[in-house]
């Protein structure tokens, strides 16, 4: 298990203050759902938005397993999961992939705003048509001379989409070339062909915005291509490692704040003259709860130290993928039964909490598209039949 200096220690009690004054309000938020504008304001002021950016962009230069240290922090300390998936969005979705593949053109003209969080960014992924089955989707890129290219098609569950203004869209340019005919493209809000649909309600993480995206005949320069024309799939790749690994350790810190409060619940609530807590069914539930936080951040912090290596660890996250999402779910409805009826009220934030936890099984790739990964890492042919 990766050892923390204090260096990281003071590093993470720095962003603490932040984190009661990020949640409050959380119940009010989910209830209205929509942008968590208002609180954006301080999240940029707090400075966790520039955590994995170098210096010369207004970033702090960190690397990924102390960014993930910091953000398990913000799990723990803010109530809001809705804001905590959004700044997650934020950092990894064009920042992360724009530092690594992009020009330095691009770097100096969007970096700082992305580091600031005065430019609000999106990726845009799902189409109607793919679904999980990212090359098939739907959305074309055409080139248009030497120098554009022209974008058409629809993009689904886009995070921060109604509110973006910088959006990474993927979009096929070569259907016959496979994960080689993909392309990632920088679109800045306001270019003639973009729609960016409202907010659309759902299960959880509800203030988060989520919305579609329509592109037509949306015309873009080709200095705007991420790494080179084809290189789609390789962007997408080192970017979905990067969401993996930051919205899931936030997780991980939200099950420990939750597990902290049961215990806290279990030794003081008592029924029939003692502690709940004494009772082996509610015991059992908590040790559950205490082995899921434990084994997702081993998973996630060792996938993390092996990608910074340099090995293979695309089973390594799809495992830490599938064992932080489940684990979450579980935990989050333990949580509602130990507390019972009161549980249930939405006062709590407990059944909030079981919403937004739905949703990690779901997103960055669904739990089973992440056992269909394992599988095939494991040399298992699926069947043709």
């Not at 609180?39 to 210096?55: I, K, M, T, Y």
């Not at 300390?77 to 690594?100: M, N, W, Y």
């Not at 030794?267 to 502690?275: A, H, V």
């Amino acid at each position: 298990m990766y050892e923390w200096s204090e260096e990281h220690r003071e590093l993470r009690a720095e962003f603490a203050h932040w984190y009661e004054a990020l949640g409050e309000d959380h119940l009010e938020a989910d209830r209205a759902a929509g942008p968590p504008m208002p609180q954006w304001e301080r999240v940029r002021a707090s400075g966790l938005l520039r955590l994995p950016f170098h210096a010369e962009w207004g970033g702090r230069g960190l690397d990924l397993l102390s960014t993930m240290y910091v953000l398990e922090g913000l799990g723990e300390g803010c109530r809001d999961g809705g804001l905590c998936f959004s700044v997650c969005t934020q950092i990894v979705s064009a920042g992360i992939p724009l530092q690594r593949f992009g020009s330095a053109e691009l770097k100096a003209r969007h970096l700082p705003g992305i580091c600031d969080g005065g430019t609000i960014t999106a990726h845009a992924i799902t189409d109607p048509r793919g679904g999980s089955d990212v090359l098939g989707m739907g959305m074309t890129a055409k080139p248009d001379g030497d120098d554009h290219w022209v974008l058409d098609g629809d993009k689904v569950f886009v995070t921060n989409g109604p509110v973006a203004d910088l959006i990474v869209v993927y979009a096929v340019t070569d259907a016959s070339l496979g994960p080689f005919g993909l392309t990632a493209f920088l679109v800045e809000r306001g270019t003639e062909g973009l729609e960016a649909g409202p907010d659309v309600p759902k299960m959880g993480l509800r203030s988060s915005p989520l919305g579609e995206l329509s592109l037509r005949d949306c015309r873009i320069p080709a200095a705007n291509v991420l790494g080179r024309p084809g290189m789609g799939f390789t962007v997408l790749d080192h970017v979905m490692r990067w969401e993996i690994l930051c919205s899931f350790i936030v997780q991980v810190g939200a099950m420990r704040h939750r597990l902290d409060r049961c215990v806290a619940h279990a030794t003081s609530r008592r029924q029939f003259g003692r502690p709940i807590g004494s009772f082996q069914m509610i015991a059992d539930q908590i040790v559950e709860m205490k082995i899921g936080v434990e084994t997702a951040r081993r998973w996630l912090y060792d996938a993390a130290e092996g990608l910074v290596k340099g090995r293979d660890v695309t089973t390594d996250i799809a495992i830490a993928k599938v064992v932080a999402s489940e684990a979450n779910v579980k935990s989050a409805l333990s949580a509602v039964q130990i507390f019972g009826g009161r549980g249930y009220l939405a006062e709590t934030g407990l059944e909030k909490d079981l919403r937004d936890a739905v949703g990690g099984t779901i997103y960055s790739g669904t739990s089973q598209m992440q056992r269909i990964r394992i599988a095939r890492m494991l040399g298992l042919k699926e069947s043709q039949t």
